[in-house]
């Protein structure tokens, strides 16, 4: 089988002609030719939301408690913050709730 096999392809292989290609065949057209990539465009940003009443008071305590505190660092001041709004009445925290509300709109 194994010889017959090679005088089979030794005799196709003596009357094989390649085939003329042009100059450029479409296969090699094809790998040159480039693809559009197309990238999506960024999505616009989305409008800031309004800030709490939180952290409307927050820029007003901060700078109080760094006049008190000078030492104290980011996290004590953030603290103390929180430690102070808790201790507001709700009459105290009227302004900053007025603000949050004129901000929403």
């Known amino acids: 089988l194994g010889d017959a096999d090679k005088a089979r392809y030794r005799s196709e292989m003596a009357a094989y002609v390649p085939p003329v ?13 480039k ?4 990238v999506p465009l960024p ?15 927050n820029p ?5 408690i760094k006049e008190e505190n000078p030492s104290l660092d980011m996290l004590g001041i ?5 430690s102070r ?4 009445t709700e009459e105290e925290r009227a ?4 603000q949050q509300a004129a901000d929403k709109v």
């Open 21 to 33: 290609l042009s100059e450029e065949s479409d296969h090699e057209k094809e790998k040159t030719k």
């Open 35 to 38: 693809e559009k990539v197309i």
């Open 43 to 57: 999505e616009p940003p989305k409008p800031a939301k309004s800030a709490s009443h939180y952290y409307s008071a």
């Open 60 to 64: 007003e305590l901060r700078t109080q």
């Open 78 to 82: 953030v603290r103390e913050i929180g």
């Open 85 to 88: 709004w808790k201790a507001l």
């Open 95 to 98: 302004p900053y709730l007025e």
